[in-house]
């Protein structure tokens, strides 16, 4: 994603016999193209990353001079502010390949830096069913486990084996196995812990025996019901529904769902189904949890909030949990938008609603 503004003046130093030197330093780096909300955003300092083994003497050199630090990866999921200061790594280790294969699955390993989505097609090129759900969701794999993207009932942590980060407290890399990056909903250990992790390869295992997945009333519609569909089938139904409810960031800058689907105990959504019966909700976790995730685009709707628009920023109008910027835009004033949901929201339904990107 970089810009041609952002040309390099001079050119990148030859590493050593192979080993990847310490990046080029970009000065003054236009994150404009690397922000889905389309803000106008300089990063004082930025290194592109593209192998795990520069980021150890980038993290030394940043701690020594004492600057402040955050990782990007395609600016997908996060809110960034007119100026940001310090060092920022951009994400983009590339590659992707089988690692191991047999008759129960496969081991597939990913480099930080790879699209997303382009990566999910390649998984289907390879007759590896499984991440179909999750297809046309914006951002680089590294950022996937991050807040355990999901879409469609299913969620990626649950086809991640292990993670690859270089872990700045133990200043070195780790491989994590997935029972240890707690994935849960929009969350995970690397959330947690902020600059604790730097992803740089994530391994997911795709086992062989596939079902559809089509737990989700839109999807399940999509097809027939005495049709049994292909990966690549449900894969096209949900790009098809996504373009259809989403707004594409390329022509109307936003970061997907600005807020998270509140879970609630089974009492409180009782009690607020009396009240509002045309509720829209889930069945969050397992049956005995007994816990509800409410639709917070529904309750924003509810609010009066979908289609509105204060200056540059609105609500969009075919879904009230995007928020988007319609040219021109801020962090700022995305934030004061948010606010003021968020107060109806809880002066309303009584319930407290977080945003889901994150902001710097
Ligand atoms: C139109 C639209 C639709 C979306 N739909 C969905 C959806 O259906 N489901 C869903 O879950 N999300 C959705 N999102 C949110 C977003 O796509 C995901 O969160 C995505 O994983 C972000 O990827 P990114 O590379 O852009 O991350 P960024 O926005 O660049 O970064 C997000 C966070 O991850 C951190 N990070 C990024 N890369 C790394 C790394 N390698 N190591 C450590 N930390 C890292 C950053 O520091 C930041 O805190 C949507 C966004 C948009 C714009």
């Known amino acids: ?89 951009l994400m983009d280790i590339a590659g992707q390949a089988i690692t191991q294969q047999d008759a129960s699955g496969a081991v597939v390993s990913v480099g930080a830096g790879v699209n997303w989505h382009d990566f999910v097609i390649w998984t289907l090129d390879q007759s590896l069913p499984g991440l179909e759900n999750l297809a046309l969701i914006p ?6 486990p991050i807040q355990n993207i999901g879409a ?11 993670i690859e980060a270089y872990d700045c407290h133990l200043k070195t890399l780790v491989e994590m196995p997935a029972s240890d990056c707690a994935f849960a909903y929009r969350n995970s250990i690397f959330k947690a812990h902020p600059n604790r992790y730097i992803i740089t390869r994530v391994h997911f295992y795709l086992p062989a025996a596939w079902t559809p997945r089509l ?18 089938e449900v894969m ?5 529904i996504r373009n259809r409810k989403l707004p594409d960031p390329k022509l109307i800058g936003n970061a997907g769902s600005f807020f998270q689907n509140p879970v609630v105990e089974q009492s409180q959504y009782l009690r ?10 889930y069945p969050e976790g397992n049956e005995h949890e007994g816990k509800r995730k409410l639709a917070a685009g529904w309750m924003i709707d509810r609010c009066g909030f979908k289609g509105l628009r204060a200056g540059a920023v609105g609500v969009y109008q075919h879904q009230a949990l995007v928020l988007v910027n319609h040219g021109g835009g801020t962090a700022d004033a995305v934030l004061a938008l948010a606010k003021t949901i968020q107060d109806n929201v809880q002066d309303t339904f009584g319930v407290p609603l977080l945003l889901e990107p994150i902001c710097y």
């Not at 399940?220 to 690549?232: I, K, N």
């Not at 096209?236 to 098809?240: E, R």
Request: charge should be negative.
């Open 1 to 89: 994603m970089n810009s041609a503004a952002n040309a390099p003046s001079s050119p990148k130093t030859a590493p050593p016999s192979g080993i990847p030197g310490i990046p080029e330093m970009l000065p003054d780096y236009s994150l404009r193209a690397r922000n889905s909300f389309g803000f106008e955003v300089l990063a004082k300092q930025a290194y592109s990353i593209t192998h795990a083994d520069q980021i150890c003497a980038v993290i030394e050199d940043i701690e020594a001079a004492g600057l402040p630090w955050r990782v990007l990866g395609d600016g997908s999921n996060v809110i960034l502010p007119p100026l940001l200061p310090g060092v920022t790594l």
């Open 236 to 240: 096209v139904a949900v790009c098809k």
């Open 139 to 144: 951002g680089t794999v590294g950022a996937a």
């Open 215 to 232: 737990r989700y009333a839109d999807l399940a519609a999509a097809f027939a019901s005495d049709h049994v569909p292909t990966a690549e």
């Open 152 to 162: 469609y009932g299913v969620e990626v942590g649950e086809y991640i084996q292990s």
């Open 272 to 281: 607020l189904l009396e009240q509002f019966p045309e509720l829209v909700s």
